[in-house]
């Protein structure tokens, strides 16, 4: 066993300690941290519950916004098409009526659209100053209006609603994507 000093590049087992320690204590404060934004997901999610939205969709929705293949996602909704209408719950979907319809300059300002409502920048991924740059800050303009003129109405009727109801009936509400089976 070799001994070293302090002038060896070589840790001590003291300072190791102090390093795993170091490190540890960090480690520490991101789990604090990542508890409390878990927490106030939790409590949003049952805030968004009650608005009778529906947590998984939001989910749904956030990973298809930031989906870098989109095509990929479409496949994805297409085939859990077919599979509802094997399981014969959907009569008779038909994939290819999804596919390519909107004009390219639709879709883009579509794009936009989306990126407003989700208040993201206003930052087009085209050529500043093209047809579909414009397109896409249209949209983005479009998803901005719908937000600013429909969320505060939106919620002043949730919270009159709620005011009106018994905390309870909120909490019932269940999973609406699969309702209780009949007893």
Known sequence: MSTTGHNSKELTETER?????????KRIAHNA???EVNAAKKADAKLAQADKIVVGDLD????TLN???????????????????????????????????????????G??????????????????????DLAWLRGWDKGQAIMRDNLQSAMEKIN?????????D??????????????
């Open 17 to 25: 300690k102090a390093l795993f320690f170091h490190h540890m204590r």
């Open 111 to 132: 794009e936009g659209e989306l990126a407003g409502l989700a208040g993201k920048d206003a930052i087009s991924p085209y050529d500043k100053g093209s047809n579909e």
């Open 67 to 109: 989906a870098e293949d989109k095509i990929t996602v479409t496949d994805r909704f297409l085939a859990h098409g077919e599979v509802l209408t094997w399981l014969n719950v959907i009569p008779g979907f038909q994939s290819d009526l999804l596919r390519d319809r909107a004009p390219a300059i639709e879709r883009i300002e």
């Open 170 to 183: 909120a909490d019932e509400a269940g999973d609406p994507d699969f309702p209780a089976a009949a007893e």
């Open 160 to 168: 009159a609603k709620m005011a009106g109801e018994d905390e309870d």
């Open 33 to 35: 941290v990542i508890e």
């Open 60 to 63: 749904y929705a956030i990973k």
